[in-house]
């Protein structure tokens, strides 16, 4: 008898959800809310249509959902048997994300192989144009300067109008740029068009941090920024040995003209796969893009079911348009505003990771930078071993993108084990409470010390002029335990400011490259002036006496989050009632 009432129940509930008629209300953050789950928006191209079609592929949502929750199971099983209430943060299947992250690390991977692609031509591009090996460095301290610059343009022109936008633009300017570095034939012209290849490459580093921040929540997003990041930790790993190889036996213009065949090759791709992700444009991922924010996948797609059902009005059809409507009201175009990127950089908690963050990274490029001429005049090097001497270091680089990241999320779930705070990866997890500083910064306590103590090592290894093996052995553990503690760093950004992920990723780029570009003006006289071993002590030095840095976050950072949070809560109640007293 409970059998068939059971029966009973659950086709009068299945012949419901597929007669009744769906109704839509908006939320108060802009979010469309069903009151018939079969019959709310899916992925583009689907929105028109009939109720029997989007309830077929509502069996492919499912599946879709399982592995969510496969996947939350594997991080919080206790968490993954609670029936959350709140709405889910993306649609996105595993799958589909995992796409995005490869699309976003591919983009990410051109700033740093423009970047060291070009340092086993150095050299050669010296002689070739008749310039001291000072003024060619300048090059990479121009570079650097518009490598910070450009991502404070390009990041909150991605957070108004959406990631795709901004990845075209990046690549068109790229594109222009290797082309005339590949027919220029003076020193000026070579210095301008590094700018501008810096500003199309560059942005595509912010853009990546601003997709992962779109599509997961904190509980899995170091795994995803991992990934993100392997494309900038690769650069290098092969840019120096492409660069070595094509310098030695094509010549230094055949670098350029690899990076512009590379990046028509991404620019075709992005093109026709390449979803909109930036939630003002998208939601979570259910109301279809519009314009130039959709792929060609996407316009083949609405086209479709636009000549199947055409002319046919469906609630969910209309419900779709009214979200579309309520999110292009909000994005209003405008002249992207870099003050925004130092108004980040002036909020206490993101200052101080900034700060270290920028010193980390200069103390690994001034390494970088003297790897040519110094493993030239110590060891005889010509292009093609500078370009191999880089291998150790680059690997290093990909290991410590790839590995932090899974220990971002082992360290974030035990982290949130002992707060008795739930991990919901599906929806995300309220950061008021949650310490993500400390979640974040516990990691790399046993990294940077030992990272300090290789560079330091270098230098003396250097000075001492020590077998070949000893600073290649020592290049790769600062690259492993640097690069690994900067990753960590650049992802605690993100979590720090979730609302403009692009824009706070713009703010890393700028002070970091801003002050790596300070140290590559100067390293070269420095390593003259005060001798290999000594000059390599004083940056290490600099390093350790910054780190106590780490521990003022650890600190005092959650109270400078949290003071933030509420001051641009009642920014937006004040905002709210001005509206409403104009109306």
């Known amino acids: ?57 509502k069996g492919g949502a499912k599946q879709d959902e399982q592995g969510a929750r496969e996947e939350q199971e594997a991080i919080d099983p206790e968490s993954a048997r609670e029936a959350p209430t709140t709405p889910q943060y993306s649609i996105l299947n595993i799958s589909q994300k995992r796409y995005i992250v490869f699309l976003a690390a591919f983009a990410g991977f051109f700033s740093p192989l423009s970047a060291n692609i070009y340092f086993p031509a150095l050299n050669t591009l010296a002689t070739d144009l008749k310039v001291s090996n000072t003024l060619i460095n300048l090059t990479l301290t ?10 404070t343009i390009l990041g909150d022109f991605s957070d108004m109008a959406g990631r795709r936008p901004a990845i075209i633009l990046c690549f068109a300017i790229y594109i222009g740029a290797n082309i005339g570095l590949a027919l220029q034939n003076n020193y000026t012209a070579l210095l301008v068009l590094r700018c501008l290849q810096s500003t199309g490459s560059s942005g595509t580093v912010a853009l990546g941090a601003g997709i992962v921040a779109d599509i997961a929540t904190s509980g899995e997003r170091g795994k995803y920024m991992g990934f993100v990041q392997l494309g900038p930790m690769a650069g290098p790993a092969i840019a120096p ?23 028509a090759i991404y620019l075709i791709l992005a093109g026709v796969s390449f979803p909109e992700t930036g939630r003002n444009v998208v939601g979570d991922g259910s109301i279809p893009p519009q314009g130039w924010n959709m792929s060609l996948l ?41 003050l925004k990127t130092i108004h980040i ?19 690994m490029y001034t ?31 990909t290991i410590a993108s790839v590995g932090s990241g899974y220990l971002m999320d082992s360290n974030y779930k035990r982290v949130a084990k002992q707060a008795g705070i739930k991990i919901d990866i599906k929806r995300g997890d309220d950061m008021r409470d949650f310490p993500i500083e400390l979640a974040r910064i516990e990691i790399i306590t046993a990294t940077i010390y030992p990272g ?37 760093m650049s992802v605690l950004l993100t979590d720090l400011y979730p609302v403009s992920p692009a824009t706070a ?79």
């Open 1 to 57: 008898m409970l059998q068939d009432e059971d029966l009973h129940q659950n086709c009068t509930v299945r012949e419901k959800s597929t007669t009744r008629v769906s109704t839509a209300d908006e939320s108060e953050n802009g979010q469309v809310v069903y009151e018939d789950e079969a019959l709310s928006p899916l992925p583009a191209g689907t929105a028109s249509l009939d109720k029997r079609e989007i309830i077929s592929m």
């Open 142 to 151: 121009s570079y650097m300067i518009f490598q910070g610059f450009a991502p």
């Open 241 to 263: 040995i492409l660069g070595g190889i094509l310098s030695q036996f094509l010549g230094w213009r055949a670098i350029f003209w690899f990076l512009t065949i590379l990046a």
């Open 298 to 338: 996407n316009y083949v797609d609405i086209r479709k079911a636009n000549e199947n059902l055409a002319l046919r009005r469906t609630p969910s059809q209309q419900a779709v348009r009214v979200a579309q409507s309520e999110l292009a009201a909000k994005r209003k175009l405008r002249w992207p505003n870099p």
């Open 345 to 363: 950089i002036l909020e206490k908690d993101v200052g101080v990771v900034l700060l270290f963050c920028g010193l980390l990274f200069t103390g």
């Open 367 to 397: 390494v970088m930078a003297t790897v040519p001429s110094l493993f030239a005049k110590i060891y005889g090097f010509n292009d093609l071993q500078i370009g191999l001497a880089f291998i150790p270091f680059g690997v290093s680089c």
């Open 452 to 488: 300090i103590a290789a560079i330091l090592g270098y230098g003396w290894a250097l000075d001492r002029e020590a077998h070949v093996a000893v600073p290649i052995i020592l290049l790769f553990f600062i690259g492993l335990l640097l690069v690994g503690s900067f990753s960590v």
């Open 505 to 583: 990723t713009a703010a890393n780029n700028l002070v970091r490259c801003f002050m790596g570009a300070a140290g590559t003006a100067v390293i070269i006289q420095m390593v003259d002036g005060m001798g290999r071993g000594w000059c390599f002590t004083f940056v290490a030095g600099v390093l350790f006496a910054t780190s106590p840095l780490l521990w003022v976050e650890v600190k005092w950072g959650p109270g400078w989050r949290e003071a933030r949070r509420v001051r641009i809560e009642e920014h937006k109640r004040e905002k709210e009632m001005s509206k409403r007293e104009e109306l």
